[in-house]
């Protein structure tokens, strides 16, 4: 069967699973690095007064 394939064939096979580990990549790595991001804000948003009390 993958023997029958052409190149035309072959570019689609390529781009559809490049598009499936970009959105992996997406999903699994950026948005937990973004809710991280997001909680380090937070954190420094509420230690910043106590550190200028004293």
Do not use: C
Not at 5 to 10: D, K, S, Y
Not at 24 to 39: C, G, K, M, S
Request: hydrophobic letters at 55%.
């Amino acid at each position: 069967m993958l023997a029958r394939l052409g190149q035309r064939e072959w570019a689609l096979i390529a781009m559809a699973l490049t598009l499936a580990v970009a959105l992996l990549w997406y999903f699994l790595l950026i948005v937990p690095l973004r809710q991280e991001t997001e909680a380090v804000r937070q954190e420094i948003a509420t230690l910043t007064p106590e550190r200028d009390r004293g």
